[in-house]
């Protein structure tokens, strides 16, 4: 393998675990294991939580080389940050040539998601969850749980082929939920607005961006905290909006004013 | 709150965060020890917000427990430590908290908007605090020889 080659693995396997959710920490000290043990030269990488930028000395010592990598801000997959983490591990142990290690590399890069249908399933359950913990009742749970389901079918079945921003994806999905729940709510199950909404919600809220942007303020990585929490502030943003819109639009409904 | 609609809200979040493994793309045979590990989260604060009636104290403390269990279960499974904490810390992060905080500026209920924000803000800097507190324990504790990720060099 070329030193490209090898630059471009080392790189792979860094964008990788920031991409799908890893420390940024976790994946600085990985590229770096990784390029010691496959002999790139005085290697130094710097990553944030959208971006790597990484350099490395030629072999015969006279040229620099660096790359800057784009990462996208993606939804958190566990499974390839541990499939990566496995990946770096077998190649400091020496299991693993260059070759198989990039093989393995794409492999996981490109591993399926769990099942759309297991999501949206998992997410239904998980509001029902949810709602229960902010003291609903048993009809709450039930209504958390269809509308929940509802805006994540959206999210996992609609929204990748039709609507291609994030910001119009989360509205959208907000108002999905929030309107199911009025819709539930004026059919005569569930009690408090308030609780099945928050429930039905809560798959698509910023809590866990939140405080792992928290998490990287203490850990003095000032610059990944703040693209976080400006994310969670921007996702937080175009959830009230979209519930503030769907509310705005059953109200009209019941009035009237449309049918 | 009696013992009985503790242990249902227990139960309720060791489904609940098991469901979010789910989405969070977890390999199967690790769910079961994520929804654990929010258990295991969700019953220290139930307790400690019980007999403290500090709803802050009560999240350090859970952040505490919960980060220390996702380590243990690093060392168990051979995984990743992340890949349980992400999961457990779910049904202590504020999420609501957020939400509400801009729903009620949109409405412009400022003052509500403002305390909800703090507490949002003083919630999630305790859970922070309580994952770095359990990750600054030596990994001795643990059953690794040396630090994990330069094992093996």
């Known amino acids: 393998m070329t030193e490209k080659e090898l630059f471009d693995l080392v790189i792979l396997i860094g964008e990788g675990i920031v991409e799908n959710g890893g420390e940024i920490s976790r994946a600085t000290e990985t590229m770096e294991i990784v390029a010691a043990h496959y002999g790139i030269r005085d290697f130094k990488a ?28 993606s939804p958190i997959r566990l499974s390839r940050v541990e499939a990566l983490n496995g990946l770096s591990r077998s190649v400091a142990d ?8 990039r093989e393995q590399a794409v492999r996981i890069c490109g591993m399926d998601s769990a099942g759309k249908w297991k999501s949206i399933l998992a997410a239904g359950v998980g509001s029902a969850c949810f709602c229960y913990l902010f ?22 079945l609609v929204a990748p082929r039709f609507v291609p921003s994030n910001l119009s ?26 609780r099945v909404i928050i429930g039905s919600i809560f798959p698509m809220t910023p809590g866990v961006s939140l405080t792992n942007s928290i998490r990287n303020f203490l850990e ?5 905290g703040l693209i976080r929490l400006v994310d969670a502030l921007v996702t937080a943003g175009c959830l009230a909006c979209g519930v503030g819109l769907a509310m705005q639009l059953w109200n009209l409904i019941i009035q009237g004013a449309i049918l | 709150m009696t013992v009985r609609m503790g242990a249902f809200q ?5 489904i609940g965060t098991a469901a979010f493994a789910v989405l969070f793309d977890v390999p199967p045979k690790r769910i079961l020890f994520c929804g654990l590990t929010g258990g295991v989260g969700w019953l220290i604060y139930l307790v400690a917000r019980h007999y403290l009636q ?7 403390l859970a952040a505490i427990g919960l980060a220390v ?34 729903y009620y500026m949109l409405l412009g209920k400022n003052a509500q908007s403002v305390a909800n924000g703090l507490d949002t803000l003083k919630i999630t800097l305790m859970i922070a605090l309580g994952i770095i507190i359990a990750y600054s324990l030596p990994h001795s504790l643990f059953g690794w020889k040396k630090s994990p990720r330069t094992s093996g060099k």
Do not use: H, W
């Open chain 2, 69 to 102: 269990c996702s380590r243990a279960l690093a060392t168990l499974c051979k995984a990743p430590s992340i890949v349980f904490l992400i999961c457990g810390i779910f049904t202590l992060v504020p999420g609501a908290g957020i939400y509400y905080t801009a």
């Open chain 1, 46 to 73: 710097f990553a944030i939580a959208n971006g790597i930028f990484a350099s490395a000395l030629s072999a015969d010592g006279t040229n620099y080389s660096c790359k800057i990598t784009c990462v996208s801000l």
């Open chain 2, 10 to 14: 227990v139960a309720a979040a060791v």
């Open chain 1, 94 to 101: 020496d299991r693993c040539t260059p070759e198989e290690a």
């Open chain 2, 54 to 60: 500090s709803a802050y104290t009560a999240t350090l």
């Open chain 1, 220 to 224: 003095n990585d000032y610059l990944t």
């Open chain 1, 135 to 156: 003291a609903g009742g048993a009809a709450d749970c039930a209504a958390a749980f269809f509308s929940g389901s509802a805006a994540y079918a959206f999210i996992k």
């Open chain 1, 169 to 194: 994806m989360q509205i959208i999905g907000a108002m999905i939920a929030a309107f199911m729940s009025c819709l539930l709510l004026g059919l005569g199950l569930g009690n408090s607005l308030n």
